[in-house]
C-alpha cells in the first residue's frame, strides 16, 4: 500500500511539473495544479538565476517568473496615488503621536512608546508641523482614538485586513462597509481573514540603488528574516522586535532605504492569484478603502 501510495504521489508531481513546463506557474495556479510559488528569494536565486533570467541550462523553457505584488504597485504608481498613500501614512503617524503622549506624556526620554513612534516618523520624513500639532492635541486630552481591524473578502477569494485608528469607530466600520457594498466586496467575520497574515517588519529599497549582494549580507547579518527581490524594490522582511535595528544597519551601511514605504505590515503567508477582471474588482475594492478617512492601511492577499 505504502508502494502504491508513493507512485501515485510521484505521479502526480511528475503532471504538474509537465503542466508547469506546458502553460507556466501562473496557468498552473488557475487548473488546479498543487505547485508552490513563491518570490523570488535569494535562497532561491543559486538555483534560478537572477531575477528575470533562467537557471543555467534552462534558457528558453521556462517563461518568465512571476513576480507577486505586481497589482499593488500599480495602483502605487498610478498618478496621485504614492502621495495619496505618504499622507496616509502620515495621519496615522501623527493619530499614534497624540495617543502615546495622551496615555505616557510628551517627553521621549521617559515614554517609551512615543520615543519609538518619533524614530519611525524621523525615518518616513513625516513633517515636524504634523508632530508638533499631534503632540499638543495628545496633550491637551483630545486624542480619544481606537486601533480596530476589520477583514472583507474581494473577488476569487482574496482576503483583505483593514486598519483603522479612529475617535469614532461607529462612523470608521460604517465607512469601511460602504466602501465594499459600492465594490461588491464582502465583510468578513474577525479571524476569517487574518490568520492568512503575519506581522512583519518590512523595508523597501529601490532596487536599481543597491547592489543585492550587499543587501543580502547587511540585513541578514543585523537579523532580517528574508530578502525578496521584486520588480522595482528588494524587500527585506524582519520580526517585529528586530525592524529598527535591522533598517539602522542597512542606513548605516548607505543604502537607500524608503523610510515612507518601511514599517510594520500585514504581511500574507499565501497569495491568491486571480484572473484579470477578479484582479480589477479588487483594485477597486483597494482603492475605495483607502479613500475612507479613517483608514490607515489596507493588506491583500493578492
Known sequence: LKLLMAVGV?????????????????????TGATLASKPITRSLLSRRGRLGEPAPGLEGRHPELVAFGRRSAKIANRKGAKDALKTK?????????????????????????????????????????????????GASGKANYEQ?????????????????????????????????????????????????????????????QAEE????????????????????????????????????ALTEAGIAVLGDECGLEMVPTALIDVGEEDGDVNDQILERLLEVEDVDAVYSTM
Not at 528574516?225 to 529598527?244: A, C, G, S
Open 10 to 30: 510521484a505521479a502526480s508531481i511528475a503532471a504538474a511539473l509537465a503542466l508547469t513546463h506546458l502553460v507556466g506557474p501562473t496557468q498552473a495556479l488557475r
Open 148 to 208: 480596530l481591524t476589520y477583514e472583507a473578502y474581494g473577488a476569487g477569494g482574496v482576503g483583505f485586513v483593514i486598519e483603522c485608528m479612529t475617535d469614532n469607530p461607529t462612523m470608521a466600520q460604517r465607512d469601511v462597509k460602504q466602501a465594499l457594498k459600492k465594490t461588491n466586496g464582502k465583510w468578513a467575520e474577525t479571524g476569517s481573514v487574518s490568520f492568512n497574515f503575519a506581522k512583519r517588519g518590512v523595508i523597501r529599497i529601490p532596487a536599481d
Open 89 to 137: 501614512l502620515y495621519t496615522k503617524i501623527g493619530k499614534q503621536v497624540a495617543d502615546a503622549v495622551k496615555n505616557g506624556g510628551s517627553d521621549p526620554e521617559t515614554n517609551v512608546k512615543l520615543a519609538a513612534i518619533m524614530k519611525q516618523a524621523q525615518t518616513a520624513n513625516v513633517p515636524k508641523d504634523i508632530i508638533k500639532r499631534n503632540i499638543e492635541k
Open 213 to 248: 549582494d550587499q543587501v543580502f549580507e547587511v540585513a541578514l547579518d543585523a537579523g532580517a528574516d528574508d530578502v525578496v527581490t521584486e520588480d522595482e524594490y528588494i524587500k527585506v522582511l524582519t520580526e517585529v522586535e528586530d525592524f529598527h535595528t535591522v533598517q539602522s
